[in-house]
Protein backbone atom coordinates (compact mmCIF):
# COMPACT_ATOMS: atom_id res chain seq x y z
CA UNK A 1 0.00 0.00 0.00
CA UNK A 2 1.32 3.49 -0.73
CA UNK A 3 1.76 5.20 2.21
CA UNK A 4 3.35 8.19 3.93
CA UNK A 5 4.11 6.94 7.73
CA UNK A 6 5.34 9.08 10.90
CA UNK A 7 6.23 8.21 14.30
CA UNK A 8 5.59 8.75 17.05
CA UNK A 9 2.09 9.81 16.49
CA UNK A 10 1.68 11.77 19.66
CA UNK A 11 4.73 12.58 21.77
CA UNK A 12 4.65 14.86 25.29
CA UNK A 13 8.08 16.21 26.22
CA UNK A 14 9.60 18.38 27.98
CA UNK A 15 11.33 22.35 26.99
CA UNK A 16 15.23 21.74 26.08
CA UNK A 17 15.03 17.76 25.24
CA UNK A 18 16.10 16.87 21.54
CA UNK A 19 13.46 14.65 19.68
CA UNK A 20 13.34 13.81 16.79
CA UNK A 21 10.20 12.85 14.17
CA UNK A 22 10.79 9.97 12.13
CA UNK A 23 9.05 10.09 8.62
CA UNK A 24 8.97 7.34 5.35
CA UNK A 25 7.27 7.05 2.48
CA UNK A 26 7.22 3.86 -0.13
CA UNK A 27 6.05 5.79 -3.43
CA UNK A 28 9.40 6.36 -4.64
CA UNK A 29 8.75 10.51 -4.38
CA UNK A 30 11.49 12.90 -5.31
CA UNK A 31 10.10 15.46 -2.83
CA UNK A 32 8.86 15.65 0.77
CA UNK A 33 7.82 18.09 2.94
CA UNK A 34 7.33 19.10 7.12
CA UNK A 35 4.28 21.14 8.04
CA UNK A 36 2.88 22.22 10.98
CA UNK A 37 -0.84 22.92 11.77
CA UNK A 38 -2.19 25.27 14.32
CA UNK A 39 -5.66 26.61 14.88
CA UNK A 40 -6.72 29.58 12.76
CA UNK A 41 -3.32 29.31 10.67
CA UNK A 42 -3.72 26.23 8.32
CA UNK A 43 -0.64 24.53 7.30
CA UNK A 44 2.85 26.28 7.39
CA UNK A 45 5.58 24.73 5.39
CA UNK A 46 8.87 23.74 8.06
CA UNK A 47 11.24 22.33 5.01
CA UNK A 48 11.31 20.81 2.17
CA UNK A 49 13.13 18.50 0.00
CA UNK A 50 13.46 17.92 -3.60
CA UNK A 51 15.63 14.85 -3.54
CA UNK A 52 18.58 13.48 -1.33
CA UNK A 53 20.75 15.83 0.09
CA UNK A 54 18.77 18.70 -1.02
CA UNK A 55 17.08 20.56 1.06
CA UNK A 56 15.55 23.79 1.96
CA UNK A 57 13.58 26.44 4.25
CA UNK A 58 9.33 26.32 4.10
CA UNK A 59 7.91 29.82 5.88
CA UNK A 60 8.53 28.91 9.30
CA UNK A 61 11.92 26.81 9.66
CA UNK A 62 13.29 28.49 13.24
CA UNK A 63 13.84 25.62 15.82
CA UNK A 64 13.70 22.84 13.16
CA UNK A 65 16.10 20.87 11.42
CA UNK A 66 15.97 18.02 8.50
CA UNK A 67 18.27 16.03 6.85
CA UNK A 68 17.52 13.82 3.44
CA UNK A 69 19.93 11.37 3.54
CA UNK A 70 18.19 8.64 1.44
CA UNK A 71 15.17 8.70 -0.69
CA UNK A 72 12.35 7.47 1.47
CA UNK A 73 13.23 9.23 4.73
CA UNK A 74 13.25 12.93 5.80
CA UNK A 75 13.04 13.25 9.73
CA UNK A 76 12.07 15.93 11.33
CA UNK A 77 14.89 16.83 14.39
CA UNK A 78 13.86 19.77 17.37
CA UNK A 79 17.42 20.28 18.57
CA UNK A 80 15.66 22.41 21.62
CA UNK A 81 11.65 22.19 21.92
CA UNK A 82 10.09 25.27 23.27
CA UNK A 83 6.08 25.05 23.94
CA UNK A 84 5.42 27.43 21.20
CA UNK A 85 6.54 23.90 18.90
CA UNK A 86 3.16 22.13 20.64
CA UNK A 87 1.58 21.63 16.98
CA UNK A 88 0.37 18.89 14.89
CA UNK A 89 2.84 18.04 12.44
CA UNK A 90 2.37 16.63 8.84
CA UNK A 91 5.17 14.64 6.94
CA UNK A 92 3.90 14.80 2.98
CA UNK A 93 5.79 13.26 -0.36
CA UNK A 94 4.83 13.92 -3.99
CA UNK A 95 6.40 13.44 -7.43
CA UNK A 96 8.38 15.89 -9.15
CA UNK A 97 7.36 15.31 -12.69
CA UNK A 98 4.86 16.75 -14.05
CA UNK A 99 4.99 19.73 -11.89
CA UNK A 100 1.88 19.31 -10.14
CA UNK A 101 3.62 18.26 -6.83
CA UNK A 102 0.00 16.92 -5.75
CA UNK A 103 0.77 15.75 -1.96
CA UNK A 104 0.14 12.07 -0.17
CA UNK A 105 -0.14 13.19 3.73
CA UNK A 106 1.28 11.20 6.22
CA UNK A 107 -1.13 10.46 9.68
CA UNK A 108 0.36 13.34 11.77
CA UNK A 109 1.64 13.82 14.61
CA UNK A 110 0.91 15.31 18.10
CA UNK A 111 3.77 17.20 19.46
CA UNK A 112 3.02 18.77 23.23
CA UNK A 113 5.87 20.24 24.66
CA UNK A 114 5.38 21.62 28.51
CA UNK B 1 5.44 35.20 -2.12
CA UNK B 2 2.83 33.84 -2.82
CA UNK B 3 0.06 33.57 -0.24
CA UNK B 4 -3.38 32.04 0.36
CA UNK B 5 -6.81 33.39 1.38
CA UNK B 6 -9.91 31.59 2.46
CA UNK B 7 -12.24 34.67 3.99
CA UNK B 8 -14.86 31.77 5.49
CA UNK B 9 -13.96 30.18 8.55
CA UNK B 10 -16.87 28.27 8.51
CA UNK B 11 -19.69 27.20 6.00
CA UNK B 12 -22.99 25.61 7.00
CA UNK B 13 -25.04 24.04 4.07
CA UNK B 14 -28.64 21.91 4.00
CA UNK B 15 -27.73 18.37 2.53
CA UNK B 16 -28.98 18.73 -1.04
CA UNK B 17 -28.10 22.37 -1.10
CA UNK B 18 -25.05 23.60 -3.29
CA UNK B 19 -21.73 23.86 -1.37
CA UNK B 20 -19.07 26.80 -2.16
CA UNK B 21 -15.64 27.12 -0.40
CA UNK B 22 -14.11 30.22 -1.42
CA UNK B 23 -10.29 30.65 -2.27
CA UNK B 24 -7.99 33.98 -3.67
CA UNK B 25 -4.55 33.56 -4.24
CA UNK B 26 -1.81 35.98 -4.98
CA UNK B 27 1.40 34.42 -6.61
CA UNK B 28 3.86 35.90 -9.30
CA UNK B 29 4.29 33.15 -11.57
CA UNK B 30 1.42 31.16 -13.21
CA UNK B 31 -0.49 29.31 -10.69
CA UNK B 32 -0.50 25.96 -9.22
CA UNK B 33 -3.38 25.49 -7.27
CA UNK B 34 -4.99 22.50 -5.26
CA UNK B 35 -8.00 21.77 -2.97
CA UNK B 36 -7.22 19.11 0.13
CA UNK B 37 -9.78 18.00 2.75
CA UNK B 38 -9.03 16.93 6.62
CA UNK B 39 -11.57 14.76 7.85
CA UNK B 40 -11.67 14.39 11.65
CA UNK B 41 -8.39 12.83 13.23
CA UNK B 42 -6.92 12.10 10.01
CA UNK B 43 -4.56 13.20 7.51
CA UNK B 44 -4.72 15.67 4.44
CA UNK B 45 -6.26 14.19 1.08
CA UNK B 46 -5.61 15.71 -2.18
CA UNK B 47 -8.78 16.47 -4.33
CA UNK B 48 -8.37 18.45 -7.48
CA UNK B 49 -5.83 20.92 -8.99
CA UNK B 50 -5.26 24.06 -11.48
CA UNK B 51 -2.19 23.66 -13.16
CA UNK B 52 -3.22 24.65 -16.71
CA UNK B 53 -6.13 23.73 -19.32
CA UNK B 54 -9.81 24.39 -18.40
CA UNK B 55 -11.19 26.72 -16.09
CA UNK B 56 -13.16 24.18 -14.53
CA UNK B 57 -11.57 21.34 -12.67
CA UNK B 58 -13.48 18.30 -11.32
CA UNK B 59 -11.64 16.16 -8.89
CA UNK B 60 -12.56 13.21 -6.29
CA UNK B 61 -16.19 12.99 -4.76
CA UNK B 62 -18.02 14.80 -7.15
CA UNK B 63 -16.08 18.01 -6.48
CA UNK B 64 -15.07 20.53 -8.84
CA UNK B 65 -13.47 24.09 -8.78
CA UNK B 66 -13.67 26.87 -10.97
CA UNK B 67 -10.43 28.84 -11.96
CA UNK B 68 -10.67 32.69 -12.84
CA UNK B 69 -7.56 33.95 -13.41
CA UNK B 70 -8.94 37.82 -12.88
CA UNK B 71 -10.13 37.73 -10.06
CA UNK B 72 -7.21 35.48 -8.34
CA UNK B 73 -9.59 32.84 -7.22
CA UNK B 74 -9.94 29.26 -6.79
CA UNK B 75 -13.50 28.09 -5.68
CA UNK B 76 -14.35 24.82 -4.51
CA UNK B 77 -18.04 23.76 -5.72
CA UNK B 78 -20.27 20.57 -5.69
CA UNK B 79 -23.70 20.76 -6.78
CA UNK B 80 -25.46 18.82 -3.72
CA UNK B 81 -23.81 18.50 -0.19
CA UNK B 82 -23.78 15.27 1.64
CA UNK B 83 -23.67 15.08 5.29
CA UNK B 84 -20.05 12.87 4.85
CA UNK B 85 -18.67 15.95 2.93
CA UNK B 86 -18.52 17.58 6.63
CA UNK B 87 -14.56 18.30 6.93
CA UNK B 88 -12.32 21.52 6.86
CA UNK B 89 -10.76 22.25 3.45
CA UNK B 90 -7.43 23.71 2.85
CA UNK B 91 -6.82 25.80 -0.71
CA UNK B 92 -2.66 25.46 -1.59
CA UNK B 93 -0.49 27.41 -3.75
CA UNK B 94 2.46 26.30 -5.26
CA UNK B 95 5.47 28.76 -6.39
CA UNK B 96 8.57 27.14 -7.31
CA UNK B 97 9.19 24.37 -4.77
CA UNK B 98 7.39 26.05 -2.13
CA UNK B 99 3.53 25.14 -1.18
CA UNK B 100 1.42 27.80 0.79
CA UNK B 101 -1.97 27.03 2.67
CA UNK B 102 -4.66 28.68 3.47
CA UNK B 103 -5.96 29.20 7.08
CA UNK B 104 -8.97 26.68 6.06
CA UNK B 105 -12.58 26.65 5.47
CA UNK B 106 -14.72 24.38 8.38
CA UNK B 107 -17.63 22.82 6.69
CA UNK B 108 -20.66 21.65 7.92
CA UNK B 109 -23.65 19.97 6.24
CA UNK B 110 -26.71 19.46 8.02
CA UNK B 111 -29.29 16.55 7.80
Known amino acids: EAQVTQNPRYLITVTGKKLTVTCSQN?????MSWYRQDPGLGLRQIYY???????DKGDVPEGYKVSRKEKRNFPLILESPSPNQTSLYFC?????????????FGPGTRLTVT | AQSVAQPEDQVNVAEGNPLTVKCTYS??????LFWYVQYPNRGLQFLLKYITGDNLVKGSYGFEAEFNKSQTSFHLKKPSALVSDSALYFC?????????FGAGTTVTVRA
Open chain 1, 92 to 104: ASSLLAGGSYEQY
Open chain 1, 49 to 55: SMNVEVT
Open chain 2, 27 to 32: VSGNPY
Open chain 1, 27 to 31: MNHEY
Open chain 2, 92 to 100: AVRDGYKLS
